[in-house]
């Protein structure tokens, strides 16, 4: 009897030894302890054909043997069940390149347009984009400027008839905004704007304005000073410098020419900012009593302030970019910069 | 306006560096631009904006420089008795039209020998920029520089009547100006005549005929004061722009007619040796009268922000030479010196207080929000375009609106007649674009020339055309292109190259992302610029609103693009009133779905839409989804036919679909495939 038991056992360890993997550890599982099959639970079955005497101690010691085995094999089993995960895992090269994923890129100006709505809109602000071909009126009449203002040569317009125009600054939005929203008036417009400037570095006869216009009571250049500190820095840098220096527009009185401080020296001097540690970007003023009064408003009892600047001369100065005209180019080496 | 400080010295001590008077000139509106040196001096070039033409002349930027700095002005000497001992030439001045010329001024000198000018002179008009020519020119502009008045000088000799005669031209009346050039003139513009022709256009340029030579002995000194508007108007017209028409043009100092005519005297008697022959004429029928303005002092302190002392409001004004009258508490009357053209409002005076208190000394404020912002109506749709486009790998293009000649009728737009510009630059701003396609295609045409041929562009701009009325219309449009291969070349997958379907694909994922939920894209022939076997029109609730297709043959070879190049335009403002249905949630399902794949063969040129509105017409009510996955073409099935196979996607949202049922349903789909269009299982 006992030698039956230890060549079982002898039989168990051999095949034990066998065990590389999760198939190897079921089969000699299935061959020793199988519900039905399995050669421990046949020799157990024998049993009832011993001697009544002899069956407790053949019980015991098959017992044993069965116990001994299932330690066995679940001492392996971790080992067995790593192994067969591991087998399972494909190799692969991962520093081969990964799929190429096309992603787009946003305009830059398109992109500025867009940052600088969304902060007008935080600051309370009306967003009114209007149409860019315009009644003569608008871009200059009702801003100051009629027929034969000199300040009309700075700004060399295209003409579709007599009276209709491509408008040449954004300003004529604020004529619109005063003309139909009653005070308090906050509206911002951004858009295309068209100049007979020959294309070159610095022109294109399409280009970008954001154009501002703030009409209510009380309000004063201090007030245009804060919003335009706020906006600039928003826009550019919060380290950023401002200065406002007196300037001429005919539809603002006070005027005022606005500095920031040279975002490439920091102020220091460079020749981007021709020593001077300032860089001009843009214009402002106190909405002139004229255009108030022509906008139907009452000049005595309101005041306010309008700015209007180039999105393209922001972008430009941002990006470090060398040739406007490439903004309307469309060249992939280019666009996909931003 | 290039200011010498050796120069500028003579009318105001100046003892700041260079450097800091061009910070203070730009701190108080005169900005200065570079400095420059020259021997014995620096050279500020100051940026003079257009309504300050007193700014124009030295004595105008040493006032400035006197009020800012707090010193006196030093005024140039002039000759004060502008009388003749004796008439020795009678003249006469005849001014016709007053509304062009409100002041006419004149002076005779004899005596007078033409020659160099000291080199002093030379040198300072060389300093600002002017060429020196004789004494007596030299002289005319060393007062336009020095005074800002524009003078001119004719040889009397020349004068044929013996006087002067101010008055409109004669339409097409020609005229030989002192450049040389012939010109013709108009019935609005103001000629200085010498009663038997003309000898200068008023306050632009003078006639060649009355020109002062070395033989010139007697000369007649012309200081007057033209309407702006009319020099305006006929230095554009003329195409002719001068120092005294740039003068003129933004407003000239009536009142300093004769001083500056009194100051060149001075300076003939001096330098050219002459003698007043023909006494002082000044012609001047309607006084000016200066602007007068009241200003109160809660006003300037309420425009600006800060509160300003009556002690800063009259110094400062007092210092810029205005009369200053107190009437009333905290309010005065000025009176503006005439030499400021700008001066009408209180708010122009608010600007000098502005301009003396330092716009860097107004603090800076916030005003309190009134209300809460809002973007413009195509904001929230454009944003979301944009962003789902940059996901799929298409860049933003901005192309400029204008429209070269051919570009219309090579990509006929939907509707609409085209916009022409009247005035334009070149060719390329000849009209208005009345489609995005044609600025995209050559914008692609540029990528592929610089080696670049997997190109994805969109832009959401405007075109323009000419409403019903012929009144201009703007509407913004998108247009996408796709063209190369659908990525670039890769070991992962195969290449593919961009086609229809991925531009079809695009736009559906576009249309789904900003929830338009229902929308057809069908076959057209009738876009010209689009392959008419590859051109689809875009529908919603029935109604066209943009095309897509591959760029036609003929398009091709034009632009020689030499790889297909497929477009998508769509009206970007008919997507507003549909963009962002409401989201209603709908209960997930809670039994399992059941696909089922159906290969079945069909005639070649059956459209797969008669096939998917047939089986969603047969309404089942748990078909769910209907695909196709696989189209198969070749040897296995008979010639003229192709294989299709679909994939239909069941679900019964109350309970579990038996093997039975969905062959039902499978059943229904076969049998109408197979009536209806001889559609049978492909047999494997």
């Known amino acids: 009897m006992n030698d039956l038991i230890e060549k079982l056992r002898q039989r168990f360890e051999e095949d034990f030894a066998t065990i590389t993997g999760m198939e190897s550890w079921k089969a000699v599982r299935d061959k020793y302890l199988a519900r039905e099959s399995g050669v421990i639970t046949t020799e157990l079955k024998k049993l009832r054909d011993l001697p009544k005497d002899q069956r407790p101690a053949f019980g015991q010691a098959m017992n044993q043997l069965r116990a001994l085995a299932e330690e066995r094999l679940q001492e392996k089993y971790a080992a067995a069940k790593a192994a067969e995960l591991t087998a399972k895992q494909r190799h692969i090269d991962v520093t081969r390149p990964g799929f190429p994923f096309a992603l787009g890129s946003a305009h830059p100006i398109k992109k500025l347009q867009a940052e600088i709505e969304q902060a007008f809109v935080k600051l309370g602000f009306q967003v009114m984009n209007l149409h860019e071909i315009e009644k003569e009126y608008y871009n200059f009449e009702a801003l100051n400027m009629p027929r034969n203002h000199p300040a009309r040569d700075a700004q060399d317009t295209f003409y579709l008839d007599e009276t209709m125009l491509l408008r040449s600054h954004c300003t004529s939005v604020d004529v619109h905004a005063m003309e139909t929203i009653l005070p308090p008036i906050r509206a911002v417009t951004t858009g295309k704007v068209y100049r007979r400037d020959p294309a070159d570095a610095t022109h294109s006869p399409m280009f970008h304005q954001v154009d501002v216009v703030v009409v209510e009571e009380g309000i004063t250049m201090g007030d245009m000073k804060g919003m335009l500190e706020a906006f600039l820095k928003q826009i550019f840098h919060p380290n950023i410098q401002m200065r406002l220096r007196p300037g001429f527009f005919p539809f603002v009185e006070p005027g005022a020419e606005v500095d920031i401080s040279c975002i490439f020296c920091s102020g220091k001097g460079c020749p981007k900012c021709k020593q001077s540690g300032w860089i001009e970007i843009l214009g402002a003023g106190m909405v002139h009593p004229k255009v108030l009064r022509m906008s139907g408003l009452d000049d005595s009892r309101y005041s306010g302030f309008a700015w209007g600047l180039g999105i393209d001369r922001v972008a430009i100065l941002k990006y470090g970019v060398d040739d406007i005209r490439l903004f309307f180019e469309n060249d992939l080496r280019f666009l996909k910069q931003f | 306006m290039k200011i010498s400080l050796e120069w500028l010295q003579e009318y105001v001590e100046i003892k700041e560096s260079p450097e800091k008077l061009k910070e203070d000139l730009s701190m108080i509106g005169l900005l200065v631009e570079t400095i420059a040196e020259a021997p014995g ?418 832009e959401i701009g405007k075109v323009y055309g000419a409403g019903p009325d012929g009144s201009p219309v703007e509407r913004n449009v998108l247009g996408i292109l796709g063209t190369g291969g659908f990525t670039d070349q890769n070991w992962v997958n195969p290449a593919a190259e961009y086609n229809f379907f991925h531009l079809k694909g695009v736009l559906a994922a576009l249309l789904n992302g900003i929830r338009i939920r229902s929308f057809e894209i069908v076959p057209t022939d009738e876009v010209g610029w689009l392959n008419s076997s590859e051109s689809a029109v875009l529908k919603i609730n029935g109604e066209a609103v943009g095309v897509l297709g591959a760029v036609s043959v003929p398009l091709d070879e034009k632009y020689k693009l030499r790889q297909p190049v497929y477009l998508a335009e769509i009206d970007f403002e008919r997507l507003l009133p549909v963009a962002f249905s409401p989201i209603s949630y709908e209960p997930l399902a809670k039994y399992p779905s059941v696909k089922r794949d159906m290969s079945i063969v069909v005639d070649r040129d059956l459209a797969y839409q008669n096939i998917r509105q047939g089986i969603l017409e047969l309404a089942i009510p748990e078909l769910t989804e209907l695909d196709l996955i696989d189209i198969y073409e070749g040897e296995k099935i008979p010639a003229g036919k192709l294989s299709m196979t679909l994939r239909l996607t069941f679900q019964d949202r109350e309970k579990t679909l038996t093997v039975d049922r969905v062959q039902g349903f499978i059943d229904t789909v076969l049998s109408y495939l197979s009536n209806t269009f001889k559609a049978g299982l492909r047999s494997l």
Not at chain 2, 430 to 441: D, F, I, N, S
Request: proline share 6%; aromatic share 8%.
């Open chain 2, 41 to 458: 001096t620096s050279v500020l070039e100051v940026e003079v904006t257009s309504n300050r033409p007193d700014c124009l002349s030295y004595i105008g930027i040493a006032r400035e420089v006197a009020a800012l700095y707090r010193r006196p002005l030093k005024r140039p000497p002039q000759q004060e008795h502008l009388h003749a001992a004796s008439e020795r030439i009678p003249y006469r001045i005849e001014v016709r039209d007053e509304d062009l010329c409100p002041r006419y001024v004149a002076l005779v000198l004899d005596g007078i020998r033409v020659g160099a000018s000291p080199a002093w002179m030379h040198r300072r008009l060389e300093a600002a920029g002017m060429r020196p020519v004789n004494n007596i020119v030299d002289i005319t502009n060393y007062v336009l520089l020095e005074m800002g008045h524009p003078l001119h000088a004719f040889d009397f000799d020349l004068l044929r009547g013996g006087k002067i005669v101010v008055s409109r031209a004669r339409p097409g009346e020609l005229m030989e100006t002192l450049d040389g050039v012939q010109r013709e003139l108009d019935g609005e513009m103001l000629l200085i005549n010498d009663g038997e022709g003309s000898v200068g256009i008023a306050g632009v340029m003078g006639g060649l005929n009355s020109e002062i030579s070395l033989s010139t002995t007697r000369v007649l000194l012309e200081s007057a004061y033209f309407n702006p508007t009319s020099v305006r108007r006929t230095s554009k017209k003329l195409g002719l722009s001068t120092e005294a028409s740039y003068r003129f043009e933004r407003g000239a100092d009536w009142e300093n007619t004769v001083p500056a005519i009194a100051r060149s005297c001075y300076l003939i008697e001096q330098l050219a040796g002459g003698s007043i022959a023909g006494s002082l004429q000044d012609v001047y029928p309607g006084r000016k009268e200066p602007a007068k303005i009241r200003l109160r002092q809660k006003n300037a302190s309420a425009l600006l922000g800060v509160e300003l002392s009556g002690e800063f409001i009259e110094s400062t004004l007092r210092r810029l030479e205005f009369a200053v009258e107190a009437c009333g508490k905290d309010t005065w009357n000025v009176t503006c010196p005439t030499y400021r053209a700008d001066m009408e409002l209180e708010a122009d005076l608010i600007e000098e207080l502005a301009r003396f208190y330092g716009y860097q000394n107004i603090p800076a404020t916030l005003p309190p929000s009134k209300g809460v912002g809002s973007h413009s109506p195509v904001y929230g749709i454009e944003q979301a375009v944009r962003e789902i486009l940059i996901g799929q790998g298409y860049s933003e293009a901005v192309n400029l609106s204008f429209a070269l000649e051919p570009d219309h009728a090579d990509f006929a737009p939907l509707h609409g007649e085209r916009i022409a510009i009247k005035n334009p630059l070149t060719e390329d701003t000849q009209y208005m674009r009345t489609a995005l396609a044609p600025g995209l295609v050559r914008s692609a045409k540029r990528n592929f020339n610089y080696d670049q041929h997997l190109v994805r562009l969109f």
